[in-house]
């Protein structure tokens, strides 16, 4: 088939929940799309091992299955943006961090310890709750 391949949705979305595991989830949660022409994916990855033959051919195999379509993959090096599934998952983590945080702060009894006591809080001592995905 040499139509062209449809697609209109976020590339991170569709990467985080591709079935892949080892370096080819690596590359697929690092890449970020550029562009499709006709069967064509454009994609830059971060690191040079993600370009390896053997793993780009099993991305191909992977993303040609998603698509129900030969794909074939030009792949480039460089510096990826925040639009890749790794970049979206390191946001996620910092938000409920964040959240975490101004949730601890704002508790009146660490307050009440905070302002009473001279109590500090260790900041690496506070972890989101594992259940609290955003």
Do not use: C, H, Y
Request: aromatic share 6%.
């Amino acid at each position: 088939a040499t139509g062209a391949l449809a697609f209109d949705g976020e590339w991170s979305e569709v990467t985080a929940r591709l079935p892949a595991s080892g370096l080819s989830r690596q590359f697929l949660q690092q890449s970020e799309l550029l562009g499709i022409d006709g069967n064509v994916l454009r994609l830059r990855v971060p690191i040079k091992p993600l370009m390896e033959p053997g793993i780009v051919a099993r991305v191909t195999d992977i993303l040609s299955r998603w698509f129900d379509a030969p794909v074939r993959l030009a792949v480039t090096l460089g510096e990826t943006g925040d639009a890749t599934a790794a970049a979206k998952a390191t946001q996620v983590r910092q938000q409920r961090q964040s959240g975490a945080t101004d949730a601890i702060n704002r508790d009146p009894f660490v307050r009440e310890l905070i302002d009473g006591f001279g109590a500090t809080i260790m900041p690496d001592s506070i972890k989101p709750l594992e259940g609290d995905a955003g």
